[in-house]
């Protein structure tokens, strides 16, 4: 269809410009110019058959010559004898058939580019078969490799990892040690984790220490809205990797077109999925690549993927711990002017991810900056600290009732958090979060204390005022959460299985050993609470002497 479409426009070309020269040979102007005395010596001889007369010349006709002169150098006397034709100048003529051979000509290709683009912005591409409904695939990019310069000493805190991923990295540099044991390694490698740890610096380390190309490919770029596409662009990659062999394949989110299959659909997805499967099932003991992929849903990918020969090892890449937070922090601090130890930086930053860690050192050298001061201390990561965990929000416009109750509900809060040694540096009036939940094991009493302490601003306020604010929302809901988990999943009830009763009754002892103990706290409180009218900020430190002094 589209040789056919191209000869024929190609076809029309010709014969427009056959016809243009056609008529331009036929009528352009041939005659010999001559002089006012040679045509008056052809008028004498009387060998002139006809005379044709135009605007700029006079055309002397004979038996074998033809001739003419500017009319302009001749006078209507000197052809009284002959029969005179007056006609157009045949110059315009010409012009004008070759103008509109042309327009004509411009017209039927701007209106084929038309039709073309139409059926490109339809979806087709430039010159498309709209006899079937697949796409072109003409625009797809070219698969290339990506040079990493990411080495496992920018990395910090994954000592666990590397061990894992060293031999991978020792078989790409000498894969005939391998072979001659009898040994292969892995098709693919699974980094499993939560957002944020470094899963693809972790890829792209590997790459760089093994000296290889490095194909990076997220798995939502195979999920096209058009079939085959996706699987077409697995085949590409796995086939640009083989090429340039020894080679790394990454593909970062391999959930999104890895999930498991219900067997009530033949989507796209699905389509693509059985063709990374087919590639990865394809793979020869001595071509040189290995796949890996990164997740934090593994529980979502299908069963296939997970099998002995695709991805035989699995890594799991875990939250930061505390000595893996401060190698983390000491790099990102490596070229930051600072007065800080890393191990206090470490310390109230449980909970945070790789990620959120070079945020945190960021804004707090950005906020050195605004202040102009000409070291990052602790205090610029107290100021920044719930900035990266919660986000910047608009300060809220307290009337002084409302003041004095959110006073009264942080202060609460902090008193609690600091009597049971929850994790937490500093609190802010303008937060109503004070510490970060994190999926580390924690004992029943742990939970307790949490519990409690989310409870105590709304207790504290019930004390002072006999009532709280609705801002008490978001901690009431983490509360009744939490307790839910603790009877229905940890087995923390009076009963390993326990219900909706259980879960009411271990809120209601909670809020009143809550209460009992915030009663028994009310100097201490009213301490903080003058801190906190002061300065809308106060330590763990400065909390802990207020309770040391009962």
């Known amino acids: 269809m589209l040789n056919f479409k191209t000869n024929r426009i190609v076809l029309y070309v010709s014969a427009f410009f056959v016809v243009a020269l056609v008529l331009f040979a036929v009528l352009r102007d ?22 044709i007369v135009t605007k700029e010349y006079v055309y002397l006709k004979t038996d074998n010559d033809f001739y003419k002169i500017a009319s302009s150098q001749v006078t209507p006397k000197m052809f009284f004898d002959y029969k005179v034709e007056v006609k ?9 058939l070759i103008g509109v051979l042309f327009l004509g000509l411009g017209t039927l290709i701007l209106r084929w580019w038309q039709k073309q683009d139409k059926n490109f912005q339809e979806g087709g591409g430039l010159f498309t078969n709209r006899s079937t409904s697949t796409p072109s695939t003409d625009s797809s990019a070219p698969v290339e490799a990506i040079k990493s310069d990411v080495t496992f000493s920018d990395i910090g805190g994954i000592s666990d990892v590397k061990i894992e991923l060293e031999e991978i990295i020792d078989f790409m540099k000498n894969p005939k040690r391998y072979k001659s044991f009898g040994a292969r390694m892995p098709r693919g490698v699974l980094l499993v984790g939560p957002p944020g740890v470094g899963k693809t610096m972790i890829a792209k380390a590997v790459a760089h220490e093994a000296g290889v190309p490095f194909y990076y490919q997220s798995g939502a770029s195979f999920v096209q809205i058009y079939v085959g596409m996706g699987a077409k662009r697995v085949h590409e990659l796995f086939s640009a990797a083989k090429k340039n062999s020894p080679s790394i394949i990454f593909i970062d989110e391999i959930d999104a077109v890895g999930k498991t299959r219900d067997g009530q659909r033949n989507d796209e997805r699905e389509a693509t999925l059985n063709q990374l499967l087919t590639e990865m099932d394809g793979f020869e003991g001595s071509s040189g690549v290995i796949v890996i992929a990164a997740t934090n849903k593994i529980e979502v990918l299908d069963s296939a993927l997970l099998r002995a020969g695709r991805f035989d090892r699995r890594i799991f890449v875990e939250l930061p711990t505390k000595r893996e937070r401060e190698s983390i922090l000491s790099k990102y601090l490596k070229n930051i002017p600072h ?63 409302q003041k004095m109750f959110r006073i009264t509900y942080q202060a609460g809060k902090a008193v609690t958090a600091t009597y049971f040694d929850l994790p937490f540096e500093k609190l802010m009036l303008s937060n109503e979060k ?47 959460e939490l307790v839910k988990s603790m009877t229905n999943e940890y087995g923390m009830g009076s009963t390993i299985i326990s219900g909706a009763k259980e879960e009411e009754i271990i809120m209601s002892r909670l809020y009143s050993e809550c209460k009992l103990f915030l009663e028994s706290m009310q100097d201490a409180i009213q301490k903080v609470e003058k801190v906190l009218y002061e300065r809308e900020s106060i330590t763990k430190n400065e909390v802990k002497e207020y309770l040391n002094e009962i």
């Open 339 to 401: 007065e800080l130890d890393a191990s206090a930086v470490a310390n109230m930053t449980v909970g945070f991810n790789g990620a959120s860690l070079a945020a945190l050192v960021n804004e707090a050298a950005l906020l050195s900056l605004r202040q102009n001061d000409f070291h990052v201390t602790i205090e610029h990561f107290h100021q920044v600290k719930d900035k990266v965990m919660f986000g910047k929000k608009k300060l809220q416009m307290l009337n002084d009732e």
């Open 30 to 51: 041939n005659a010999d110019q001559i002089t006012l005395r040679g045509a008056t010596e052809i008028l004498d001889n009387h060998t002139v058959k006809e005379v």
């Open 88 to 96: 157009s100048d045949s110059n315009i003529v010409i012009y004008l």
């Open 434 to 480: 004070l510490t970060p939940s994190t999926g580390e094991p924690l004992i029943k009493h742990e939970l307790e204390s949490r519990v409690k302490m989310l409870l105590a601003g709304i207790v504290a306020c019930g004390i002072r005022y006999g009532e709280h604010a609705n801002s008490s929302k978001g901690d009431l809901d983490e509360a009744k």
